[in-house]
């Protein structure tokens, strides 16, 4: 598992309140091509790039904007799990990936326990909101 202390919105909870994140994530496999999540689709999960490169693109089929390139370390997802809106972006494996998937439930409960979590997911959020609207 990726050392949760070099990703970036874990790197400000203790060493204890990351073994409690640790202990809720899920590993998660998917091959080169595969979609995580579709531009609208309903999202209670977040994801966490182990290895591999996840694509994050907006729009239609045959107008898409690519948002980001994400890889190790990344997150994302995370605006679902904060808002409860459907995903706002269209996740695409652009190699074999491993992922560590954070359910929403889980984090609710976490983030009554680890008080640095929310706050991190929320300043990424809007690091992610202000950057797509330049």
Request: charged share 20%; aromatic share 4%; proline share 4%.
């Amino acid at each position: 598992m990726i050392d949760l202390a070099t990703v970036e919105i874990f790197a400000s909870c203790s060493a204890s309140e990351r073994e409690m994140i640790a202990a809720q994530l899920e590993g998660v496999e998917r091959p080169a091509g595969a979609t995580l999540f579709e531009q609208g689709d309903p999202g209670d999960e977040l994801f966490l790039i182990e290895s591999g490169e996840v694509s994050i693109t907006s729009g239609s089929a045959e107008h898409h904007v690519v948002l980001a390139t994400l890889g190790e370390g990344a997150c994302f997802g995370e605006m679902a799990v904060l808002t409860g809106a459907p995903r706002s972006a269209t996740a695409t494996c652009l190699s074999d990936v491993k992922l560590l998937r954070l359910q929403g439930q889980a984090y609710r409960n976490l983030a009554d326990s680890v008080p640095a979590l929310p706050f991190a997911l929320r300043r990424l959020m809007a690091e992610r909101t202000t950057t797509s609207d330049n």
